[in-house]
């Protein structure tokens, strides 16, 4: 039998572990991998960190562990695969099953048969079609090639203001990378917030941190064009026509399937403008395959299409592929719940599953949330702080989603979430669910199983829960509310909310209900830093006789607002 | 309706989480717990780091996150709760519904009704009965009397040397918190390796670390007796008749379940010796419920009862105590997976689920497991080691136990895969599960799910593995076995086993076949850091011919014995 002959377009996270796992499967396949960029198995999501300076050997974004770089050398060596930097595939010709290509450099052309053919083209950057966007000083942060143009920038302090447009992962990445350089940088976000991903509450308080190291953050704030003197950029204009005057300007306003040879060869492209694949990862012709930021992949939680451009899930759908192309379909890749974390300097932020907004947005119309405030380790044992919010579907008593932010270990918080949500578990099941507990890693009961007992008490009717969001709606509309702040003389004085709230210690309440509203239908919000004692006040109000009292979600940690002290 | 009487036996992590649940549920019961302690809800997960010095506030132990020491007066105040210290409850009188109680340095004997009773006694340390256990110097670590001794004997440096007898999790963190504090710490363990949750090979791996950091360990080796004089410990004899010389001595054998006064009372004890409940935590008598460590609980994996002495579980049960008896039942617990996490210096040692050693001996016959070891980020991030065993029952296709130890971020691994467990997750959702990646927290491919993969090529018969163990008995025995290991000479000269092994780098295989044996059939072990070179040397060589051709899993960093450098 003649070998196989597999070509892969596309040299990165997905095209590169597909023919890594093809080669492991069929030692006699010819497998070549077509790659644009000289660069080939580039760890992309690394590119912030070494912008930022977190480590300076620019190889260790190309090289294994051990240090070698995988160069087509490498490939060859030790995976006897032939990789072609530096080759722009220009035509898939699936007729007479080969690509087209042309030497980025050479302009030579050149022709490369296929038996099975993966596609793996990644996205390109969505850059506005303004004025001004080809001039010196406007990047996006892509490719090696502006990777080095950043760093340069910062290791050189090439640039005393650097504006960063868009506000998701790449920006909010790239903001932290410049800053830490002590270059002035501005984010400028169309949108109410950045981070999309999270409900607005999460992602007022990831932005708070980040201008609590510097970064100016303009919301509501959209891009008009670029201004450039000599070809090169002076600085950015505003819909509103204010000028940020700055050196370079980072355009990071999302990315887009790379689907044109695709499309023009005529396969089958999703209302999204992904590559349509099957759950073999299979585009509309059985000879070609498809992974990573090109592809549509289906959301498990909404059962819709979506656009998932992540590193790892690139990486799991190329090893699915690699497999499919080697042996025929056997493996499939079911689809992503969008699981995204986020450092922020010293906080992290990320979410799983679907945030309350896109599960409203997707008809899941019996949602319940909570906010939830807590340490994620006892204090004695330095703890850090986790603010997170957990969806739960009450049809199905499913989570839906989760997230959370804050200098604790997010991390972990997130991936348990995660695994939460593929395993399908109820509210009852998190409700006692069995994690690794110890005092260096987490407390007695962890915070998200405290999540899901809060969000279980709301729903069994026993807490009534009020958003910061919510509050600050009645402060603006001057409803009258009587605040009950829950906590002592000690802690108001450090830290306080300052909207005219009452403070009456839980230990004390009893012993001064004259302080409270005669009226026992007033309207009372209980809180405290955490809210647990302004839980615990609410239940003794709502003893009381009182009927409309609720309890702040998350507490004074979690408000997003400007704060007295 | 008369305020219902609610009567806690314990008041340390389950009662005291039974009574604060009730009371928020019924504000009009009378709560009270009767507790022979002096304190109240301690934080004895916390007592080892303490006692090492990684906390100096006592208070801390005993107090709410901003401070408030969580005595009587606290619990009065906050909860409108009536903890009553320093009295033991002697006798319950289930016909009466009372308890009777006396006081523990009054000796008055007095007497508390109930409605419903909560049975939370927890657990006694088990101390082998030998002579001289009750020297001066022979401590246990389960109360904070104890923490206060040992404390003292590191602040004070009152020991030079330390024995502590049992290397289970409260054993190995109390060696940490001695050896910190530069007292030379001896560990006696009866069996063959420390941490029973783990299997050999890992649990050789955490003591390796132990040791690095100056900690003598002796497996295998008996307690005979304490030796003193004047009443004071001067030494801890062995079975083989010699002597640790040591002025202290900490006995961290196990607990037992505290179980007399429910026995005495005619309450269902089980096989196991712990008080037997049903799901939702009543014990024989509809009018007790129990929780914590003096309970059996249902093994989720093997069906079996269990006990399972850890402060989160006992946290969650008390929670489910306090909902039923102030509710009547209306939650459940349904069980455990035996999650635990323990520090070991800058490493963590954890398990859940089942070893392979207790899957087996509970006749899971159809178990597959793999040992992975790869860095939990990328090097340019700082990554750091895990090594993990995962354990899948292939009957089901399911995860049913993980076990993770390195100085990488084990307490996510174990989180990942504690909730997998939870949900039934089969090996082909592992193998494409979505978790949180981005460089600072992860690799594009986890490691948790590059452990699925590696299990799932097993299974697949890709992979023919072989355990650092069966090497050690190859060698033993003297078989003529071609080792491979697949490194170049840089990474050799820094780390190598010295077994005899032929360095091939994998890179160069192909031009150096004549290097390999002649016969075909030769037993050949591929080998190389973490034997993912080692698996595609092992590839090559199939497709060479050879038949008989295997891996050893997690290669030279999982090799838990002696190495030539």
Redesign the interface.
């Known amino acids: 039998m003649q070998a196989k002959k597999i070509v892969v377009i596309g040299g990165s ?1 997905a095209g590169a572990k597909a023919a890594a796992k093809a080669r ?2 069929d ?1 006699k396949a010819e497998i070549t991998i077509i790659q644009r960029d000289p660069e080939l198995s580039m ?1 992309s ?2 590119y912030p ?2 912008v930022g300076g ?2 300076d ?1 620019r190889n ?2 190309l090289a294994t ?2 240090g070698v770089v995988r160069g087509p050398e ?1 490939f060859q ?3 006897n695969i032939k990789a072609l930097p530096e080759l722009e595939a220009v035509e898939i010709d699936r007729k007479n099953k080969r690509v087209l290509c042309t030497g980025v450099k050479t302009g030579v052309s050149s022709v490369v048969e296929y038996d099975k053919l993966v596609y793996c083209t990644g996205a390109n950057a969505k850059v506005p079609p303004v004025a001004g966007k080809d001039l010196s000083g406007v990047t996006t942060l892509v490719s090696m090639a502006d990777t080095d143009f950043l760093h340069q920038v910062v290791a050189e302090k090439k640039a005393s203001h650097v504006v960063v447009i868009g506000g998701g ?1 790449i920006g909010v990445e790239v903001c932290e990378a410049l800053v830490n350089s002590s270059i002035e940088v501005t984010l400028v976000e169309m949108s109410s917030d950045i981070l999309a991903f999270l409900d607005p509450q999460m992602a007022k308080l990831a932005a708070n941190h980040m201008k609590s190291k510097g970064v100016k953050i303009l919301t509501e704030t959209a891009l008009e064009c670029f201004k450039g003197k000599d070809g090169k950029l002076t600085g950015v204009m505003l819909r509103d026509g204010s000028v940020l005057d700055c050196e370079v300007a980072v355009v990071a306003t999302g990315v887009v399937p790379n689907t044109k040879l695709a499309a023009d060869a005529g396969l089958t492209i999703g209302k999204l403008g992904g590559v349509v694949v099957d759950e073999f990862m299979m585009t509309s012709d059985p000879n070609i395959y498809a992974a990573g930021d090109c592809v549509e992949v289906k959301n ?1 939680i909404t059962g819709q299409q979506s656009l998932a451009p ?7 759908q190329g ?2 592929v690699g497999e499919n192309i080697a042996l025929g379909n056997t ?4 689809g ?8 922020i300097f010293d906080f ?1 932020a ?1 979410a ?1 599953g679907v945030s309350e907004d896109t599960a409203r947005k997707n008809g899941f119309d019996a949602v319940e949330t909570v906010v939830n405030a807590s ?1 994620d380790k ?4 330095g ?1 850090k702080l986790l603010i997170s919010k957990i969806v739960i579907d009450t049809k199905s008593n499913k989570i839906i989603g989760y997230q959370c932010v804050g200098n604790g ?1 997010v ?2 918080q ?3 979430a ?3 949500i ?4 109820t509210l ?2 998190l ?12 407390l ?3 915070h998200f ?1 405290a999540s899901a ?1 809060i969000v279980q008490n709301k729903i069994k009717g ?1 807490l009534k829960g009020i958003s910061a969001e919510e509050v600050m709606g009645q402060i603006s509309r001057k409803e009258n509310v009587f605040y009950l702040d829950g ?2 003389p000690d ?1 108001f004085e450090v830290l306080r909310l300052g909207i005219g709230e009452h403070y009456l210690p ?3 309440l009893k012993g001064r209900l004259e302080e409270l509203p005669k009226d026992k239908d007033s309207e009372i919000v209980c809180f405290c ?1 955490i809210s647990l ?1 302004g ?2 006040a609410a ?2 109000l709502n ?1 009381l006789g009182y009927t409309n009292v609720r309890v702040m979600e998350g507490g004074i940690v979690a408000w997003p607002y400007k704060r007295e002290k």
Chains 1, 2 share one sequence.
């Open positions: 996270a492991r499967l030692q760890a999501c690394g960190y070494y977190v480590f050997n260790a974004l562990p051990t490498f060596k030790t995976k992962l498990l992540m590193g790892d899930l690139a990486n799991l090893r699915v493996i499939s890749f079911p992503t719940i969008h699981t995204a974390i986020c450092k992290a990320g799983t340490p006892p204090g004695f044992m703890a270990d991390s972990r997130l991936a348990t995660a695994m939460a593929q395993g399908g578990l009852d099941q409700c006692c669910a069995d994690l690794p507990y110890a005092p260096p890693y987490s007695a009961i962890d199983i007992h026993r906590r002592g802690e839980l230990g004390a830093k004692r839980y615990e239940i003794v003893d």
